[in-house]
């Protein structure tokens, strides 16, 4: 049965490999290396850490890939779930007459808008471990925007169902979106100092999401926003001082040792909950003490340091 399965990814996978949209990211992504090779003047120069990188983010892709029918068989009992609430959509039909393009651009700012609010979600303590994965990569290049635990996936899903459903929106247009998204994913970590200039709230630029990336304080939780930073500006997390040349990463997260990094949410969990635990038990014990020694107070008898002779004269 193993066998079976593994042997029906591989074949997933030589078809993955095919698609259109992953020729153009693989074409993108040999692109974006040629550039950095010029940028460094044709000379190999990346660090050996950097090197380590680019093999944990692959691994945990392929990792990723591997398992990803458990997060397929998740998500559609999300949206089984989704359609058993019976909440109203807007019919596909309605936007037949919408031309692809507007369809298009409405999809993009649409699932921004989802991923603004599940990337918020993801920077809170709970979710924080499942999203430190993506930020532990301390040299932030292309490949960074596929270094994300195998959770994240089944959130961002998750969110995708419960906030864009309703909208009906036609399969082309998600089609042409998501790819146009996945590219735009790969070059804003890209490590160059680009803005855009006076288009820089309306398309994220590397320098904007290096920002988020950075590993200081000011920067935590900023630049949530995949695509349109005008989502930040609206809901006030906006951050964008000029070139970043602060460290990235994310301190205390295993950097590029894989099977830390994907056991690191559950350890993370596991931690919460002991130290949850622990607070409640010194808090009852605290109460129980507490009580005990009122009980105490209430039976003994009143003491002589109440007497006041001033009242007795």
């Not at 998500?75 to 609430?85: F, G, H, P, T």
């Not at 020694?293 to 001033?310: I, K």
Request: a neutral charge; hydrophobic letters at 50%.
């Amino acid at each position: 049965m193993l066998i079976d399965y593994f042997t029906g990814r591989a074949v997933a996978w030589t078809g993955m490999i095919s698609k259109p949209h992953m020729i153009a990211v693989i074409g993108f992504l040999c692109a974006l290396l040629v550039i950095d090779l010029a940028l460094r003047g044709w000379r190999l120069s990346w660090s050996r850490r950097a090197v380590m990188g680019v093999f944990a983010t692959l691994t945990i892709f392929h990792v990723n890939f591997l398992l990803v029918p458990l997060i397929w068989l998740l998500s559609e009992k999300i949206k089984a779930l989704y359609a058993l609430a019976g909440i109203p959509s807007i019919p596909t039909e309605f936007w037949g007459h919408a031309p692809t393009w507007f369809m298009v651009i409405l999809a993009l700012f649409a699932y921004d808008f989802a991923n603004y609010w599940n990337h918020r979600l993801l920077h809170m303590r709970l979710l924080w471990p499942v999203h430190a994965i993506h930020h532990s990569d301390p040299d932030v290049n292309g490949l960074t925007a596929y270094r994300i635990h195998l959770f994240e996936g089944l959130v961002m899903w998750v969110s995708f169902t419960l906030m864009l459903t309703w909208l009906g929106l036609p399969s082309d247009a998600i089609g042409i979106s998501a790819a146009l998204l996945a590219l735009h994913n790969i070059y804003v970590h890209v490590n160059v100092d680009w803005d855009h200039g006076p288009l820089r709230l309306l398309v994220a630029s590397p320098r904007f999401h290096r920002w988020h990336h950075a590993d200081v304080p000011e920067a935590y939780g900023k630049n949530l926003a995949n695509f349109c930073p005008l989502f930040d500006v609206m809901f006030g997390t906006y951050y964008n001082p000029g070139k970043c040349e602060e460290r990235v990463g994310a301190t205390g997260v295993p950097e590029n040792d894989v099977v830390k990094l994907l056991l690191y949410p559950l350890k993370e969990w596991a931690r919460m909950l002991l130290g949850g635990l622990s607070s409640l038990s010194r808090r009852f014990a605290a109460e129980a003490q507490s009580q005990t020694s009122e009980g105490h107070l209430e039976d003994a008898p009143a003491s002589a340091s109440h007497f006041n002779p001033s009242r007795s004269a």
